[in-house]
């Protein structure tokens, strides 16, 4: 069965999120994904943490995993390194991924263990209200910064980058094709691969910044959205708050796993 | 008879782990568990087991969780800063029902404390560390060769009631050399958790009507949902009131109603018993070496040696209450045993709590000149 | 030729599929859904499908 649906636990539609949220949008690109690789199902293990994204695992059938706030890609680490044959798919939000969940994700990126790492990033805590998280871009607006935001934000896929991962790419809801994509890539990847998702929040991100409709929230996403290539000829103060979006690194690179196992080989021989 | 080694009591715990199926470790160094890590990576490649080394020890006990899933037997180990850090991620141990084992060699705290003094003041922590009602099996060992044996039994017991499972040593445990004997393979008694049977769609993995649910492996034809959220017999999150109550009371009960088959204590001397020492780890030693020199001198001494500290062994502490004239109760702590030895006692048995947290043991003189004296806590 | 079809209780009325539609299929529902007003037009582009955040958008081949 080529289609979707055949990942898509139907019984729990509609979605529980909000009208116009990305999240819907990244699940269908990685349930395509899966379908286009007629993946076996029984050989997917989602890992979610806590916040909406979190709680895409109710609507994927395969095995699943729910964790602790902040910390998918431990769990994910341990569920993969256990069973290397495992497809192990991490889902974190920005908060999860990247704010709380920051440490993990460096961690894992360095570690280079066999994980597909899908972060939607919509600039917000959504679950818990709208509250500024590590990617809040610079003077916006949220429930805990009435009066401006005066923090700099991660540029996460360039931390992903830095701490050594061998794919990272990064895209929107927009770009939902260039999204299936690179989503695929990722899996076809054997090793740390990580693909940010920028993505609407109306609701919360949205409403705080004047763009409380799902449409207005979209486009201001595609508007700021430029390339590799664009983002070269752009000074610094040019490219704050826009969306660089692209391919930031694709290499070879011997995954935890197989490293692991020549240390199995010499600990066996005795050496 | 198996291997007569000479080890210490963390490297104890490795062996047990390993004879007892434990196939990966994921830990944080930390004084004084560090051995432990030592040796786990060193043995378990050699058996296409695993180590790795996590960034803290959050992301360890979240890493152990996973592995097992996968259908790995899972330790780490730690001590108390760490054990702190473990407690959320130990929850979703309890809620999900994941058999694994948690080794706390506890120093002297609070916070950084004295890392190389031991301690015993982790023992309501193991209990109660992680929010929100739930049951927990807690064993303690006192020497190194309970070390290695009491491993096997946590992993069996984790395995019986998918659980997870503390180990409390202490400092002077953890970094005691004795003689150990390992036992052969065919001696062991090792039991896996149960894997489901019967239509794929129908797995339950908290359907526990007919006894503790079998437990799937990722990656096997059994589709498993694990979540820490309030879930419903499939795991997926639900929060229907009566589900829910009911699901609480089950983690507890599923401890409390096979207390028979998880409490182990050891009786020593109690026969004729007028003053009863209750010791566990350490002072569990102490407590042996003062019977030994009390009876000597003519005391009737015994011993109760808690080795599951929880459950609580209720119904052996009633018996030791209920018969003798003083109940001694000696601890590195300012007295955690001795209150739910004090909820016990009907009989208005005396108590004395012998205490010491200054990073050193309970000598044994300690206890001795406890016995008989008029103090009533 | 092209069938679009809505699975009308899945849709939240977020039209983000006329907003991405090249060909004004779509119109804004009054009872909050969206509104399929010129299948004839589809030209099968899928775009209404993949930005749907609600998977209630089908737009397959007419045989």
Redesign the interface.
């Known amino acids: 069965m080529s289609s979707y649906e055949h990942y898509l636990n139907k019984d729990k539609l509609p979605l529980f999120w909000c009208r116009g949220c990305g999240n819907g949008i990244v699940l269908q690109a990685i349930l395509r994904a899966f379908a286009e690789r007629q993946l076996d199902k029984k050989k997917i293990v989602v890992v979610t943490g806590i916040g909406c994204w979190g709680k895409a695992d109710d609507y994927i059938d395969t095995h699943t995993f729910h964790g602790t706030h902040g910390r998918a890609l431990a769990y994910a680490t341990g569920i993969k390194l256990a069973n290397p044959e495992l497809t192990v798919v991490a889902l974190v939000g920005d908060g999860d991924g990247a704010t709380i969940g920051g440490n993990h994700l460096i961690h894992a990126a360095r570690r280079n263990v066999d994980i597909t790492t899908i972060m939607v990033n919509n600039f917000t805590y959504g679950m818990t209200g709208g509250q500024y998280s590590g990617t809040t871009p610079d003077h916006f607006l949220s429930t805990t910064s009435a009066y401006g935001h005066v923090e700099k934000p991660f540029d996460v896929s360039q931390l992903v980058v830095a701490a050594g991962a061998p794919y990272v790419s990064r895209t929107t809801t927009y770009h939902a094709r260039q999204l299936e994509k690179y989503i695929g890539e990722a899996l076809d990847r054997q090793n740390f691969s990580f693909v940010e998702a920028i993505s609407q929040c109306p609701v919360h991100f949205g409403r705080s910044n004047q763009m409380a409709q799902p449409v207005e929230t979209l486009a201001w996403i595609k508007e700021n959205t430029i390339s590799v290539q664009q983002s070269m000829k752009l000074t610094d103060e040019e490219k704050v708050n826009k969306f660089v979006i692209g391919n930031l690194v694709d290499r070879e690179q011997e995954d935890y796993s197989r490293r692991y196992q020549k240390v199995q080989e010499l600990a066996k021989r005795g050496v | 008879m198996g291997k007569i080694s000479f080890v210490q009591g963390n490297e104890a715990i490795v062996m047990g782990a390993i004879d007892g199926g434990a196939r990966f470790y994921a830990g944080y160094p930390i004084t004084p568990s560090s051995e432990i890590a030592e040796l786990a990576s060193l043995r378990l490649p050699a058996c296409d087991g695993i180590y790795v080394q996590m960034e803290d020890e959050i992301s360890s006990m979240a890493a152990i969780i996973g592995a097992s899933l996968s259908g790995m037997k899972a330790f780490t180990a730690t001590s108390g800063p760490g054990f702190s850090l473990m407690q959320e991620n130990l929850g979703v141990g309890l809620m999900g029902e994941v058999p694994c084992v948690i080794v706390n060699i506890q120093r002297s705290g609070p916070s950084t404390g004295m890392a190389t003094k031991p301690a015993q003041g982790d023992v309501m922590q193991a209990r109660w560390g992680t929010h929100g009602d739930h049951g927990i099996i807690v064993l303690c060992p006192s020497s190194v060769q309970e070390c290695y044996e009491l491993t096997i039994e946590a992993f069996n017991l984790s395995e019986a009631f998918r659980i997870p499972v503390v180990l409390l040593g202490d400092e002077i445990i953890g970094h005691l050399k004795e003689k150990l004997e390992v036992m052969e393979p065919e001696e062991i008694k090792i039991i896996n958790r149960k894997q489901p049977t019967g239509p794929l769609s129908e797995y339950k993995p908290y359907d526990h009507q007919n006894g503790i649910a079998p437990l799937a492996n990722y990656g096997g034809d059994y589709l498993l949902r694990v979540t820490g959220s309030m879930h419903d017999a499939k795991g997926h999150a639900n929060n229907n009131p009566q589900m829910a109550e009911n699901y609480i009371r089950h983690l507890s009960d599923k401890v409390e109603t096979n207390k028979e088959t998880i409490v182990i204590t050891k009786k020593h001397g109690l026969e004729d018993a007028e003053c009863v020492i209750v010791g566990y780890g350490c002072t569990a030693r102490s407590a042996l070496a003062a019977m030994e020199t009390g009876r000597k001198r003519g005391l009737k001494i015994g011993v109760l040696q808690l080795v599951t500290l929880w459950p609580f062994p209720e119904k052996e502490v009633q018996e030791v209450l209920s018969q003798a004239k003083q109940i001694i109760v000696p601890e590195l702590n300012l007295g955690q045993v001795v209150s739910e030895v004090k909820k016990l006692n009907q009989w208005q048995t005396q108590i004395v709590a012998v205490n010491r947290v200054d990073g050193k043991n309970i000598h044994p003189d300690e206890i001795l000149s406890a016995i008989g004296e008029a103090r009533h806590v | 030729m092209w069938k679009v079809s809505l699975e009308e209780?899945?849709c939240?009325?977020?039209?983000?599929c006329k907003?991405v539609c090249p060909k004004n299929v779509f119109e804004e529902g009054t009872v909050g859904k969206t509104i399929i007003q010129a299948e004839n037009q589809c030209i099968g582009c899928q775009?209404c499908v993949?930005?749907?955040?609600?998977?209630a958008l089908k737009v397959e081949a007419k045989e």
């Open positions: 209780d899945y939240k009325g977020c039209w983000l907003w775009q993949i930005h749907c955040p609600d998977f």
